[in-house]
């Protein structure tokens, strides 16, 4: 049972334009979401988050959309640059007693193309 | 460098072999949770410790069992180990013990290969 998906393995995108990675999550009770960049032999590394009371939350290039109606979230990168190019998890923290328990998807590799 | 080391880096080993990762925390940082990460999968919640104490269990096999140490250091057994069990191991450390994520903080992992 797959709470978080990201159906995109892999996105490529020209630099300098923009890159949307999408997550789409089927637990209502989800509070908080994530987003994870990963580069080959190392560990994630947090890049953004939203809470589920807000629709959106903007650091730099980096804007995270949340539509709850439609349990889905997105990444924008806006422009897309040569560092990007790495795979982005989406994750999501449960409510009351699974509050400690991140729930992950399945990540989507961003290739920028110069 | 995120300040969490892990080693080993590699492991090759045999089914029915038993292993052992081993997980340093950043220096004050006092939970540590392990994830598992298979071929083309997202991250596995393992399980989490704070300050010696098992907190959360997520998907951790029966199999399978960690503990965290009086110096933080916390290490993950895995025993009677199968072919499914190849994957990347991550371990992951926060300065306190809920998680909004955004203050983990996660290791190189370690790979293990079963043979």
């Known amino acids: 049972d797959q709470q978080v998906k990201q159906n995109s393995p892999s996105l490529s995108v020209q630099e300098g334009r923009i890159s949307i990675l999408n997550c789409d999550y089927t637990?209502?009770?989800?509070?908080?979401f994530l987003w994870y960049k990963k580069y080959p032999a190392e560990g994630p590394t947090f890049l953004i988050s939203?809470?589920?009371i807000k629709d959106k939350n903007e650091d730099g290039r980096f804007t995270v959309f949340l539509n709850k109606s439609a349990k889905h979230l997105s990444l924008h990168i806006v422009p897309s640059q040569p560092g990007d190019s790495a795979v982005y998890f989406c994750a999501a923290r449960g409510a009351g007693g699974s509050n400690y328990q991140l729930i992950w998807g399945a990540g989507t590799k961003l290739i920028i193309k110069p | 460098d995120s300040g969490v080391t892990q080693t080993p880096k590699h492991l090759i080993t045999a089914t029915g072999q038993r292993v052992t990762l081993r997980c340093s925390p950043r220096?004050?940082?006092?939970?540590v949770y392990w994830y598992q990460q298979s071929l083309d999968q997202g991250l596995q919640f393992l399980i989490q410790?704070?300050?010696?104490?098992?907190?959360a269990k997520g998907n951790i096999l029966e199999r399978f069992s960690a503990q965290q140490f009086p110096d933080l250091h916390s290490e993950l057994n895995l025993s009677s180990l199968e072919l499914g069990d190849s994957a990347l191991y991550f371990c992951?450390?926060?300065?306190?013990?809920?998680?909004?994520?955004?203050?983990?903080?996660f290791g190189p992992g370690t790979r293990l290969t079963v043979l």
């Open positions: 637990n209502s009770m989800f509070d908080y």
């Open positions: 410790y704070y300050n010696g104490e098992e907190r």
């Open positions: 220096s004050g940082d006092l939970s």
């Open positions: 939203i809470s589920s």
């Open positions: 992951a450390s926060s300065v306190g013990g809920g998680t909004s994520g955004r203050e983990q903080f």
